[in-house]
T-cell receptor, first 113, second 113 residues
Framework: KAGVTQTPRYLIKTRGQQVTLSCSPISGHRSVSWYQQTPGQGLQFLFEYFSETQRNKGNFPGRFSGRQFSNSRSEMNVSTLELGDSALYLC????????????FGNGTRLTVT | GQQVMQIPQYQHVQEGEDFTTYCNSSTTLSNIQWYKQRPGGHPVFLIQ?????EVKKQKRLTFQFGEAKKNSSLHITATQTTDVGTYFCAGPGSGAGSYQLTFGKGTKLSVIP
């Protein structure tokens, strides 16, 4: 069974631009979560989607948004990029239930210059 | 909001020594999960504990869930260089936040051969 696939692996953007990251979950997994990982803050929860509905949102500004499609694939968007948005963005999929183990993708390394 | 704290932040051990990381939640957890992230990699699920006082073993790794379901520990016996990485604990929120998995900041383990 294929794992969680995230594209692209690396991105370099300029401050003020916007970016879209993509995530394909494991087949059969309907929940997709996004995390931001930085050396100082660790793994910070962004949002979680199930059946195209956002069930939980973390404490991030409105510049961070996401969506999920009917095939469970998900995208997250960051608008008006800031230097502090440089991070590893991880997508994880899981089965339906809350608290189910997460299966992470390899992440997208975003660098904002 | 829910907080999950881990100590120590870093641990350097000689190969063959034991290692323990501790995790504490500000709220009672329905379950606790442990993940390992190798350098340059993504978090990988290790185990989930659900019951109060539960102890589970995976070869040289022993996981324990506290009686009050607010703390947990991971103990590695006779560390090997393959154990190098960052170990995270994570717990789901409650109520409306139950689809959000909150991670501790992790314990980074270095093993000196």
């Amino acid at each position: 069974k294929a794992g969680v696939t995230q594209t692209p692996r690396y991105l370099i953007k300029t401050r003020g631009q916007q970016v879209t990251l993509s995530c394909s979950p494991i087949s059969g997994h309907r929940s997709v979560s996004w995390y931001q990982q930085t050396p100082g803050q660790g793994l910070q929860f962004l949002f979680e989607y199930f059946s195209e509905t956002q069930r939980n949102k973390g404490n991030f500004p409105g510049r961070f948004s996401g969506r999920q499609f009917s095939n469970s694939r998900s995208e997250m968007n960051v608008s008006t990029l800031e230097l502090g948005d440089s991070a590893l963005y991880l997508c994880a999929s899981s089965l339906v239930d809350s608290g189910s183990p997460l299966h992470f993708g390899n992440g997208t390394r975003l660098t904002v210059t | 909001g829910q907080q999950v704290m881990q100590i120590p932040q870093y641990q350097h051990v000689q190969e063959g020594e034991d290692f323990t990381t501790y995790c504490n939640s500000s709220t009672t957890l329905s379950n606790i999960q442990w993940y390992k992230q190798r350098p340059g990699g993504h978090p990988v699920f290790l185990i989930q504990l659900v019951k109060s006082g539960e102890v589970k073993k995976q070869k040289r790794l022993t996981f324990q869930f506290g009686e009050a379901k607010k703390n947990s520990s991971l103990h590695i016996t006779a560390t090997q260089t393959t154990d190098v990485g960052t170990y995270f604990c994570a717990g789901p929120g409650s109520g409306a936040g139950s689809y959000q998995l909150t991670f501790g900041k992790g314990t980074k383990l270095s093993v000196i051969p």
